[in-house]
């Protein structure tokens, strides 16, 4: 039992605790990038003119946001191979993310493109503008600047749900934490560490995001 | 993750596309469930563990909404209306938990406490993690229901020579009980997805079950199939006794407007 803190143990294991936070980091940027692809597809597909896709992509979007992500990563990790599609853990564990974030980015983006005006289409319309330019000419640049804050919130949640690659053994923080704990028996450093690391980045980029909340607010009203 | 799926609480109380989410989702379920029954054979014996599974699920998914809603409760409670240390000390509690992954929170309370002399039995710590975090946003969304009823309502009832606290129990709680379901609604479905985590200490629970029995038998796509359809439809039942309550407290405060 040692309920005190080993500093000593600390700055042996801060290395090898900065590398798997790399990893921690990779997994967040490519995961929120794969989301945000994800999200727009799904958004524009719940916007389809053809019910069939509408419904289908709002039952997609209801089904992974009602189910946890832990066994989305589980399904596609252990499940793809069975398809024929064996995935590397960190690669399952990506798209698991991407998926899961993408349907809910895809409210935020339903709800930025549902806020830009109608006479928007209209005016594009009636310059002979076809649908596809309007949309990504004229309402994707009006829709996504005001949606960044709900999406950069996204990015944080996101980036606190990384440690459930550690469940399929991803060398990120989490599973390297473990691992240390487990060799040397000392839980309390690794994992109090772990929780300051994200405690940081998280109190970091919240403040961040308030930043540019107010930031685009102040555009959009000098706009207005 | 949580207070995300709050959206527009203020506006339209059952955020965007009320029924027609819940008619989708229900609607997969159907699908999926037949196709479950008819095609996937041996699903029979796969069954009884995981619902044995579910049932543990279900346990630590009520204890952490009843500790997330005191947890919640106090916070918010000593945020508005306790002298400054009390406030700083609930500030410190929803960044903290806030801030922190919820597997973070999980592994400390089970693997650290411990090291302090304090042990926890896996369903313990899973329900306190999970209350305290869930708590930790849940106090967000009473204080934002709390401060987004209008200022003039507190003039009013100081008009009429309402007490403080009289104000606040028959005036302004009634009115932000009613904006505050629907984020709770979300933040239970969060608890519930997150109850799946409690399996990595080794409680075992519908995520324990899917991957012992997927060791042992190897149908992965089988059984994590159906662990998705029984996680959906907790969830569905989850949404529409949230429905259920927002459409009875709704009533309730119109009829007190009538008559009061």
């Not at chain 2, 009634?174 to 933040?187: K, R």
Request: charged share 10%; hydrophobic share 55%; glycine share 8%.
């Amino acid at each position: 039992m040692n309920a005190h803190w080993d500093w000593h143990y600390v700055h042996e294991i801060l290395p090898i605790l900065g590398e798997a936070a790399l990893i921690t980091l990779q997994a967040t940027l490519l995961g929120f990038a794969l989301a945000l692809v994800i999200g727009l597809v799904l958004a524009v597909c719940r916007m389809a003119a053809n019910p069939l896709v509408r419904h289908a992509a709002a039952a997609v979007v209801e089904f992974i946001r009602s189910t946890p992500l832990l066994i989305q990563i589980f399904f596609l990790y252990y499940g793809l191979p069975e398809f024929g599609l064996a995935l590397d853990a960190m690669l399952a564990g990506l798209i698991a993310i991407g998926l899961h974030y993408g349907a809910y980015c895809a409210e935020v983006y339903r709800a930025g493109i549902d806020n830009v005006p109608r006479g928007q289409w209209e005016a594009a319309a009636a310059l002979n503008l076809s649908p596809q330019a309007t949309f990504r000419r004229i309402i994707l640049p009006q829709a996504i600047p005001p949606i960044v804050p709900a999406l950069g919130n996204y990015l944080v949640a996101l980036f606190k749900e990384t440690p459930l690659l550690s469940a399929i053994g991803v060398l990120e923080l989490m599973q390297t934490a473990k691992i240390l704990g487990s060799e040397s028996f000392q839980y309390t450093e690794p994992i109090t560490l772990v929780g300051l690391y994200f405690l940081v980045f998280s109190l970091l980029s919240s403040g961040l995001i308030r930043l540019l909340e107010r930031r685009l607010g102040v555009r959009a009203a000098s706009r207005s | 993750m949580p207070a995300n799926r709050t959206g527009s609480a203020g506006t339209s109380p059952t955020g965007s596309s009320p029924a027609a989410g819940a008619l989708a989702a229900a609607a997969i379920l159907g699908f999926a469930g037949g196709l479950v029954v008819s095609s996937f054979a041996g699903f029979r014996d796969f069954l009884p563990e995981l619902l044995r599974g579910a049932a543990v699920t279900v346990q630590v998914a009520a204890g952490g909404s009843l500790v997330a809603v005191a947890m919640a409760l106090l916070a918010t409670a000593a945020r508005l209306y306790a002298p400054l240390p009390l406030r700083w000390l609930a500030v410190a509690y929803v960044e903290l938990f806030r801030g922190t992954s919820a597997l973070v929170q999980l592994f400390w309370l089970f693997f650290v406490l411990p090291m302090f002399g304090i042990s926890l039995s896996p369903m313990t710590a899973g329900i306190a993690a999970l209350g305290l975090n869930i708590g930790a946003y849940g106090s967000e969304v009473m204080r934002g229901a709390i401060e987004a009823v209008p200022r003039s309502q507190w003039e009013a009832a100081s008009a009429l020579s309402l007490g403080r606290f009289r104000t606040l129990r028959r005036v302004i709680l009634p009115q932000a009980f009613v904006t505050m379901i629907p984020p709770w609604g979300n933040l239970f479905i969060e608890l519930l997805k997150a109850t799946s985590l409690v399996s990595l200490i080794t409680l075992s629970d519908l995520a324990f079950k899917a991957q012992q029995l997927n060791q042992t038998t190897l149908r992965t796509v089988e059984i994590f199939g159906i662990v998705l359809l029984i996680y959906l439809a907790l969830s569905l039942l989850v949404t529409l006794a949230m429905r259920a309550l927002e459409h009875r407290a709704g009533r309730r405060l119109l009829r007190g407007k009538e008559t009061g």
